[in-house]
């Protein structure tokens, strides 16, 4: 089976609806191309959950990470994808309809996540390319992701970008490279990020 025919048969690997949105809001998607298999299986390597713990995936996109992380073994009703783009959103709850699909700003997660899990969060992993924000966006993501998972948890997220994507000193944030994967289109970076600065 072609690389092609592969791509067709899979639907969260759909490169013409993630196409038009990168045309429609580069800022949104921040690549021409959904993620690699690999780049989903290094990325969901550095999930850490307690059993009552969930995973936050930001920016869904075309469900690329997301089924990685159902691969990795994370239950459906333990998953919750926050995706700002309405086509996208509802492009999720299509093909994975057992996990939790928020329509919604990343920047609210404590509004916009159930009660009960707030709080409970043991991953964060993060598809928005963090690097095309401003300061204050980044600033407001960061801490609204560590605001719903106990202290001392990671934000996972990955880069074209050889250096860090965040500004670990103006954001306070203590992060180290934890992958590389040349076989994704552009070659990415796996990065870790927790609360305090690297003493």
């Given amino acids: 089976m072609t690389d092609h025919k592969a791509a067709q048969d899979r639907p969260d690997m759909n490169p013409w609806l993630f196409f038009r949105r990168w ?64 086509e996208m959103a509802q492009h999720l709850r299509d093909i994975f309809p057992g996990i939790h699909v928020i ?27 963090m690097m095309l924000l401003t300061i204050e966006e980044q600033q407001a993501i960061v801490d609204s992701a560590y605001s719903v998972m106990p202290k001392g948890r990671q934000i996972v997220l990955y880069t074209y970008a050889l250096a860090s994507p965040l500004p670990r000193d103006k954001l306070g944030l203590a992060g180290r490279r934890v992958g590389f994967v040349p076989a994704n289109i552009p070659p990415a970076s796996v990065w870790a990020y927790r609360q305090g600065k690297a003493g």
């Fill in 103 to 129: 329509e919604g700003d990343a920047r609210r997660l404590t509004e916009i996540l159930p009660p009960q899990v707030v709080g409970k969060v043991g991953t964060t992993l993060c598809g928005i390319p």
């Fill in 23 to 86: 045309l429609a809001n580069p800022r949104e998607v921040g690549s021409v191309t959904p993620s690699s298999p690999a780049l989903k299986r290094r990325l969901t390597q550095e999930i850490v959950r307690a059993p009552d713990e969930y995973v936050v995936e930001l920016g869904g996109g075309t469900g690329a990470i997301t089924r990685g992380i159902l691969e990795r073994g994370v239950p459906a009703d333990r998953l919750y994808v926050i995706e700002i783009n309405h």
